[in-house]
Every structure is written in structure tokens, then in C-alpha cells.
């Protein structure tokens, strides 16, 4: 095992790494949210919005590339069996990924969504486990995935609740959404074997952030009003995507899926948090029920990480 293997395995490197992602993804909620005003995209301009998400995505593979390169010390170049890898990664992270979510979350509400969404977590496990056999389906596992989802129903469910109504086109493209993140993670495990991970997130993102753009501009979309502000605000939307998704292929190289996608459940906790502080919505941050769901979701995530003798269920 090399020095850099025996590093990135070390809890405290997988903790702080996780959460930096997910803190990243967060803030990503409520500065979506600011950009759509900044660049006047209104709520029911599909094509804009998506044209936006191709504009930011594109620039996060660019940064992505850049990025490796300079602590490769030369240009990162995709090998050519890794082509299809990352035309596969990019289908499913960027392009499904977004266009099944925005779907679904256009006909069913943002609660339901959120809660759908995070069974991801849930869904890469199990992928990992049960389809391409990376690892053991085992007690604390289940446990910890329970825990945490229990987590991110709380911090989701207001006084309103929500109704138990489905359809395909909300509720069901919300949970196809939710296996394309989850494959994606057990894809970037598997690739990133015999590939950079800042290749295979940086060209995918080229690629997904390319296509969704031209979807945008199909659908009609523009994005006017560049500003310092505005303009700083894509590029920083474009880091998140660019850091975030490289160290968590990184975190994901290394260790088990389940170690890392069970931090998954900080997403919606970090981005309450960042939406009290940019967008004022400090009543839902700092509920009770926020209080036991980030207790929740770090109880999830020590159960998954400790160490234990329970026995392999799967």
C-alpha cells in the first residue's frame, strides 16, 4: 500500500474531505438561487436555467482540467479506453443527473424531492454491494443509511408535511435522478482504478456541460446580464462543481463506496445552513427539527465509518 493509499484511507482525511464536498454542494442550493436573479432567469425559463447549468458545468471541467494539471505538473489527457468511461459518467452525473432532477422537481414539491433525493446514498451502496460486488452489504451499513435518512426526512418535513401522491414525472424522475447519482459514484470508483479522477470529472463535465448547453439554446434559453458579480458568482458555482467532484473521486479511489457516499447526507443539512445565511431563511436552519436531524445524519455517518464485528447481511 502506498503512503498516498494509507493517507486518503485515514479517517480524519475522509471526514474533512467529505465534508468540504458536501459544504461545497450546499452552498450550491442558495447560489443557484442568487444566480437565477442576478441573471434574471425566471422559474419557468427551462431552457435558460438548463443553458445555465451547460455554461457552469462546461467552465467546471475546464477548472477541473486545469486544476489536475498543475498538481500533475502536465496536461491532464484522457487515455483511450477512458473515452467512453467518462462519455458514460458524464450521461449519467451531468446530463441525466440534471435534466431527470430539474424534471422531477418541477412537478412535485421541494420537500418530497429533497427526501427522494437523498436516498442516493441508499442507491450507491447498494449498487456497490449487490450489481458490481465492491464491497459487503453489512449491518452497520444498513443502520447507519437508516439513521441518517431519518436525518434528512427531519430536516425536510416542515408543520406542512407533505401528501404521499406520485407521479412519474415528479416523484419518479426525482428517484431515477437518485440512481444516476448512484451509479455514477460506483462508476467513478471503478474507473478511476486506471484513471486520473481529475480527468474523468474534468472532461465529463466538458462533455455534459456541452450538451446541456446546446439543449438550452434548443429549448430557447439565454443567459443575459453578465456582471462582476454575476459573472464571479458562475465561476465560483463552476469551483464547486470543479473541487468537489475531483476530491470526492479522489476519497472514493480510495475507500469503500459506503464510507464516502454516507456523507451524502450532509448535502441538505450544509445547504439549510448556507440558505439561512445567504438567503435569510434562518427559521427552518435553526429548528428543532434541524438540531436532530444533523445529529441524526453524524450519528449515521460514524456508524457506517466504525469499525465493527456485526455480521455481512448481503
Given at each position: 500500500?502506498?503512503?498516498?493509499?494509507?493517507?486518503m484511507?485515514?479517517?480524519?482525511?475522509v471526514?474533512?474531505?467529505a465534508?468540504?464536498?458536501?459544504?461545497?454542494?450546499?452552498s450550491a442550493?442558495p447560489?443557484?438561487k442568487?444566480?437565477?436573479?442576478m441573471?434574471e432567469?425566471?422559474?419557468?425559463?427551462?431552457?435558460?436555467?438548463?443553458?445555465?447549468?451547460?455554461?457552469?458545468?462546461?467552465?467546471?471541467?475546464?477548472?477541473a482540467?486545469?486544476?489536475?494539471?498543475?498538481i500533475?505538473?502536465k496536461?491532464?489527457?484522457?487515455?483511450?479506453?477512458?473515452?467512453s468511461r467518462?462519455?458514460?459518467?458524464?450521461?449519467?452525473?451531468?446530463?441525466?443527473?440534471?435534466?431527470?432532477?430539474?424534471?422531477?422537481?418541477a412537478?412535485?414539491?421541494g420537500?418530497?424531492a429533497?427526501?427522494?433525493?437523498?436516498?442516493?446514498?441508499?442507491?450507491?451502496?447498494?449498487?456497490?454491494?449487490?450489481?458490481f460486488?465492491?464491497?459487503?452489504?453489512?449491518?452497520?451499513?444498513?443502520i447507519g443509511?437508516?439513521?441518517?435518512?431519518?436525518?434528512?426526512?427531519?430536516?425536510?418535513v416542515?408543520?406542512?408535511?407533505?401528501?404521499?401522491?406520485?407521479?412519474l414525472?415528479?416523484?419518479?424522475?426525482?428517484?431515477l435522478?437518485a440512481?444516476a447519482?448512484?451509479?455514477?459514484?460506483?462508476?467513478?470508483?471503478q474507473?478511476?482504478?486506471?484513471?486520473?479522477?481529475?480527468?474523468?470529472?474534468g472532461?465529463?463535465?466538458?462533455i455534459?456541460?456541452?450538451i446541456?448547453t446546446?439543449?438550452?439554446?434548443?429549448?430557447?434559453?439565454?443567459?443575459?446580464?453578465?456582471t462582476?458579480?454575476?459573472?464571479?458568482?458562475?465561476?465560483?458555482?463552476a469551483?464547486i462543481?470543479?473541487?468537489?467532484?475531483?476530491?470526492?473521486?479522489?476519497?472514493?479511489?480510495y475507500?469503500?463506496?459506503?464510507?464516502?457516499a454516507?456523507?451524502g447526507?450532509?448535502?441538505p443539512?450544509?445547504?439549510?445552513l448556507?440558505s439561512?445565511?445567504?438567503?435569510?431563511?434562518?427559521a427552518?436552519?435553526?429548528?428543532?427539527?434541524?438540531i436532530?436531524?444533523?445529529i441524526?445524519v453524524?450519528?449515521?455517518?460514524?456508524?457506517?465509518n466504525?469499525?465493527?464485528?456485526?455480521?455481512?447481511?448481503?
Amino acid at each position: 500500500m502506498s503512503n498516498k493509499e494509507t493517507f486518503m484511507q485515514k479517517t480524519v482525511v475522509v471526514w474533512l474531505g467529505a465534508m468540504l464536498c458536501c459544504a461545497l454542494w450546499g452552498s450550491a442550493f442558495p447560489c443557484i438561487k442568487l444566480g437565477y436573479a442576478m441573471f434574471e432567469i425566471s422559474s419557468d425559463a427551462v431552457g435558460s436555467q438548463i443553458l445555465f447549468a451547460g455554461y457552469r458545468f462546461t467552465l467546471a471541467g475546464v477548472l477541473a482540467i486545469l486544476l489536475g494539471s498543475l498538481i500533475s505538473r502536465k496536461f491532464l489527457v484522457p487515455k483511450k479506453a477512458s473515452i467512453s468511461r467518462i462519455f458514460t459518467l458524464s450521461m449519467l452525473q451531468t446530463v441525466g443527473q440534471y435534466i431527470l432532477f430539474y424534471i422531477g422537481l418541477a412537478h412535485t414539491a421541494g420537500v418530497k424531492a429533497s427526501i427522494i433525493g437523498g436516498m442516493n446514498v441508499f442507491i450507491a451502496i447498494l449498487v456497490a454491494s449487490l450489481i458490481f460486488r465492491q464491497e459487503k452489504m453489512t449491518t452497520p451499513k444498513i443502520i447507519g443509511c437508516l439513521t441518517g435518512f431519518i436525518g434528512v426526512i427531519l430536516v425536510n418535513v416542515s408543520q406542512t408535511g407533505f401528501d404521499l401522491h406520485v407521479s412519474l414525472s415528479g416523484e419518479g424522475f426525482i428517484f431515477l435522478s437518485a440512481i444516476a447519482y448512484g451509479f455514477s459514484s460506483v462508476l467513478i470508483k471503478q474507473y478511476s482504478k486506471d484513471e486520473n479522477p481529475f480527468v474523468l470529472s474534468g472532461y465529463q463535465f466538458v462533455i455534459g456541460g456541452m450538451i446541456l448547453t446546446i439543449i438550452g439554446f434548443l429549448l430557447g434559453g439565454k443567459v443575459t446580464h453578465f456582471t462582476a458579480a454575476s459573472t464571479l458568482l458562475l465561476i465560483y458555482l463552476a469551483l464547486i462543481s470543479a473541487v468537489a467532484y475531483s476530491l470526492w473521486g479522489i476519497l472514493l479511489k480510495y475507500n469503500p463506496v459506503s464510507k464516502v457516499a454516507i456523507f451524502g447526507f450532509m448535502n441538505p443539512m450544509f445547504g439549510v445552513l448556507f440558505s439561512s445565511l445567504l438567503l435569510n431563511e434562518k427559521a427552518q436552519a435553526f429548528g428543532w427539527n434541524s438540531i436532530m436531524a444533523l445529529i441524526l445524519v453524524c450519528a449515521g455517518i460514524f456508524i457506517v465509518n466504525k469499525k465493527s464485528e456485526l455480521p455481512v447481511v448481503l
